[in-house]
Each structure stands twice: as C-alpha cells, then as structure tokens.
C-alpha cells in the first residue's frame, strides 16, 4: 500500500510525502511511483535550460520509518504503552551504566517523543472530525486525562536515574526530552484550543478551561525548570527559543530517519555501452582506411583523405552512439540508486530517474486525468506543455525492518521537498491590472493576481494494483499559494 500527501512546505517549496506500507506476511515488497509534471511552455523549463542536476539540485529527499502507531489513551496506561520499555531502560542504566545501556535509554527516550508527538496530532485530528456531538465532551475530556497522565508517568521516572551511576550527560538526556515533550503537549494544546473555538457546544467552555490550566502549568514548570518560554516583548529571546526548538526537534525525531547511502545507478553497465560506442566508430575508421589503402595503395593522396575523413567521423559516430546507448539505458535504468539502511543493516533500497518525455509517450489514462481545457489543447498545437517523469521504485524487507526495531512499524516514510524557484524566474508580473465600473459608472482599477499552474499526475502501483492521484500547484512569481487535489 502507499499512502501519499502534497501540501505546501513554505513559499517556494511543495511537500510530497509518500508513506510505503510493507505488508507483515509478504517477505520483501516493491512499490512504484510515476509522477508526471506538465510544465507551461512559458517558463521555459526544457532540457537545454534544465538538466538533470538542477532537478535533483531543487529536490530534497528524507527517509524515514513511519511512527509507531498508539492511542493517547494507551500511551498513557495501556498494557502495551511505550513506558513499558521505556521505564525498563531506564532501570537497566541505573542499575548498569554500560555504553549499549545508555544507546537503548536514549533510543526509547527519543521513539517515546515521537510516539508521543504523533498521537497528540491524531488525537486532536480525531476531535476536530468528530460529528458526533454527543461523544464531544468525553473525547475532550479523556483528552485531557491522558495528557496529565502521560505527564506525570514520565516525570516520575527522574528518579530511577536521578542516581549516583548517571552521568550529567545521560541525565540531559531526559532533560531534552521533558522539555520536548512540555513544548509539544503545550503547542498541541494551543491547536486544540483553535478547534474549540470554532465549536458551540454548550459544555465546550468547561474543556477549554481544563486545556488552558494543562498549559500554565507547563509553562510555570518550564520557568521552574529553567527552559524558555515565549515571551511576548523579548523579541531575541523568542528567536533563541525557535533556534531550540529545532534542535529539539532533531534530537527527539533523528531515531525515525534513516541512513541513505545513494549512488550512480546502471555506471557498469553505461560503460560497457560507451565502450560499445567506440568499438563502432573504430571499425568504421579502420574499415574506411583498410578499403582505400587496398583500392589505391599506401602513400597516396587518396588515402590521406580517407583517413583524416574517417578520423573525423569516427568521433561523431562515437558520439552518436554513446547518445543512443544513453538513451536506450535511460529507459531500463535510473539516474540513482540509493541504499536504506537501519542500524548498519539495509532494510531496502529507492532508486529514481528524471527525463523530458513528449505527449506520445504519456499513458492516455494520464492524459485523461490531466484533463487539458479546450484552449489548452489548441494552444498546445503551437507551444504544447513540457513534460517531466520521476520515476521511483522502492523495495523493502519486511524482515530487516522488524529486526532493527522493538516497535511496530508498518514501513517507511520518503518525504520529498520540492523547491520551484527555477520555475518563477521567467514569470510575468503577479499583479494584473482589472477594469469595473462601480454604480455611479465610475472605472476602478483593481488588482488581480496572475496564476501559474503546474499539474501534478501521480500513478501508485503496488500489489498488481494502480491508482491515480492529481495535484494542481497554483503558484505566481511570489510563489506557491495554493495546491488543489482533484
């Protein structure tokens, strides 16, 4: 299965999140992913001003494992919560402080955290959907019980490593990780809160109180602690606090990436081709200077000719065929290969490959669903759209992956970022100038924004199975301000 997401990152970036479930009965699964791009010809994107190295220059790629999957209420006192293993790695340092204690105490710190995180998010996901009115006010509340409870379970497990054993470097370790999780719950708290607002539930009032009094007291815990707080009138203060954030971010989510080691793909098999290259374009100059030299004999005019003929066209038809070598390899193999491994251990592999193809090489189920207009399709008989396929294929060892973690996971996560900078820079103005005239019959100029769209066609293949998704980025020189899934 593959589960995809588009979703604007910033101002000049798209997010393209696909999620690779690997099935837990089948040993090794294999997943593919056809995106096609159709680009206006007005900006110029073709291959002689956009090569290869600038797309993958404008593209980002993260690998990561999807987050184990865990109700609140269970993270907060259920039989299989991740406090089981995470209070018993805590004991074990405390007991014995060894070098693979410590790595499996920060492991379960850092999985908890993002656990954690990921559940917050679902939750009030959950209650934001929610269109049963009555269940309302029991969701809020178990809410709310769940995140006091998880808050106070991890605090009490300062003093099983509050010990003698524990080094202050081992001890920040549970420090980040406390305040982590005080900003994440108070910043899920915030969110919620925007939720509520737009509910007009007669009781709602009651669980807004409750979810203001869970965020003063982590904000009076912070100050107690010594962590920063936002603060409304300290403006390099604040920046400090955002520059930590991140870095808490990092340390609490680097468990889930994993290490990707990527390379040239099919560079044997390119060259045994080019060699083929040359071995053509040598018989051709030996077989030119064999043939005159026996017509006219050594030494002679003629034969000069031949040779320095031959000798010229045995590098075009060297280039010509590296050319056609190139292309046809194009076609079987890809640009990169890139190796997943988790724990020193490989677990699978992506690989993935860029080109430039013409309408005659679209699927007519991607043309279909492209759906040009009736003035796009007469436009494009004179300057039709350029088109761009990023192939990718994904293969993953369910296996490997079990071994290298003690959670469930269901797979991997490859989040994309995919920059469009190159393509705003032969933009026209955003600003179009709109003419009306008001009651009085007065002509007013007002602004209009003028938009670019470039359409996204995704094809998933998984299973033996196909399916189709379409995005539309609307985006002007000033960047992308929206995406539309169709």
């Keep these: 299965m593959i589960e995809e997401s588009v979703k604007i990152h910033d101002k000049y970036s798209v997010e393209i999140k696909l999620g690779f479930i690997a099935r837990k009965k089948q040993k090794v699964s294999q997943f593919s992913v056809n995106t096609w791009l159709f680009i206006p010809n007005s900006l110029d994107i073709n291959p002689l001003t ?112 509050n010990a003698s054993t524990i080094t202050k470097e081992l001890f920040n370790f549970y420090l980040f990780g406390d305040e982590f999780m005080s900003n994440v719950i108070e910043q899920h708290a915030f969110k919620l809160l925007e939720v509520l607002d737009k509910a007009k539930h007669k009781d709602i009032a009651t669980a807004k109180r409750r979810i203001l009094h869970i965020i003063r007291g982590e904000i009076t815990y912070k100050k107690e602690m010594g962590y920063p707080i936002v603060e409304r009138k300290e403006i390099n203060r604040n920046r400090e606090l955002i520059f930590r954030l991140g870095l808490l971010k990092k340390f609490a989510e680097n468990e889930l990436f994993l290490t990707a080691n990527k390379k040239r793909d099919g560079v044997l098999v390119e060259q045994v081709y080019y060699s083929v290259a040359a071995g053509i374009s040598m018989i051709f100059a030996t077989a030119i200077a064999f043939s005159f030299q026996l017509a006219y004999g050594n030494f002679t005019i003629p034969l000069f000719v031949a040779l320095v003929v031959s000798y010229m066209l045995k590098d075009r038809i060297k280039e010509l065929s590296r050319y056609y070598f190139a292309h046809k390899l194009g076609k079987r193999y890809f640009d990169h290969k890139t190796k997943i491994n988790l724990k020193n251990t490989t677990i699978g592999w992506s690989k993935e490959a860029m080109d430039f193809i013409t309408d005659d090489k679209v699927p007519a189920e991607v043309l279909k669903i492209r759906n040009r207009s009736a003035i796009l399709e007469a436009n494009n008989r004179s300057f039709s759209e350029r088109i761009i396929l990023y192939r990718k294929l994904v293969t993953i060892s369910r296996n490997q992956l079990d071994r290298g973690t003690q959670y469930a996971t269901s797979g991997i996560n490859d989040i994309i970022r995919f920059n469009v900078s190159s393509f705003v820079t032969k933009m026209d103005d955003p600003d179009f100038p709109l003419y009306i005239a008001d009651d009085d019959n007065d002509i007013k100029t007002i602004k209009g924004d003028r938009p670019y769209y470039l359409n996204l066609v995704m094809q998933l293949n998984h299973d033996g199975k196909t399916s189709y998704r379409r995005y539309r980025l609307v985006l002007n020189r000033s960047g992308i301000f929206d995406i539309e899934k169709y």
């Design 50 to 161: 956009y090569e290869k190295k600038d797309f993958y220059r404008d593209i980002k790629s993260n690998i990561r494992l999807i987050t184990p999957i865990y109700l609140l209420r269970d993270i907060a006192q259920g039989a299989k919560s991740p406090f089981i293993l995470l209070e018993e790695s805590f004991r074990r340092l405390a007991s014995n402080p060894s070098r693979s204690n410590a790595a499996n105490y920060e492991y379960h710190i850092k999985m908890f955290l993002s656990i954690l995180k990921s559940a917050l998010r679902d939750d009030i996901g959950h209650i934001a959907a929610n269109t049963i009115s009555g269940d309302n006010i029991y969701l809020l509340n178990e809410f709310g019980d769940s995140v006091e409870r998880i808050i106070e379970r991890y605090r009490n497990l300062r003093r099983i490593i």
